[in-house]
């Protein structure tokens, strides 16, 4: 299995930082996107899984923490700030957290809102 963890091209100058995203990097065809922003301190998002959804989420400034866990308790964890980039794959609960106050998060996913495919329940996941 190829790593869930990628770098996304960052060229950082006296005018600013531009970030380029070619979209044969993303694993999937993007159905939406979305972003995290403004996130109160010591709040957490995610705090679920998906069975059908992969996402492809990407830090765009600041800086959060990243931690899923997968099937059989494999855990992969990371600081991701702008550059960095994680596959979250099914059945991965997702866990972001430590969002500092300048940080934005650009989530896209291969398939459009379905709560119905959605695992909120800890417990529940851990039963799959």
């Known amino acids: 299995m190829t790593t869930p963890w990628l770098e996304i091209d960052v060229s950082t ?26 996130v109160p301190s010591g709040e957490l998002r995610g705090e ?3 069975r059908t959804c992969e996402q492809f989420i990407l830090c765009l400034t600041g800086s959060v923490h990243c931690r899923t866990e997968g099937k059989g308790g494999h855990f992969v964890e990371g600081d991701m700030e702008p550059g960095n980039a994680f596959h979250l794959r099914t059945f991965n609960w ?6 500092s106050t300048d940080a934005t998060v ?3 996913a291969n398939e459009l809102y379905d709560e119905s495919e ?11």
């Open 118 to 128: 959605y695992i909120r329940s800890y417990d529940e996941f851990k039963t799959l």
């Open 48 to 50: 679920h899984a998906h």
């Open 94 to 99: 997702l866990v972001l957290s430590q969002f």
């Open 13 to 38: 100058t006296e005018r600013g930082l531009m970030g380029i995203l070619e979209f044969p990097l993303v694993p999937f065809d993007v159905k939406r996107l979305f972003w995290l922003s403004n």
């Open 106 to 108: 650009l989530v896209l």
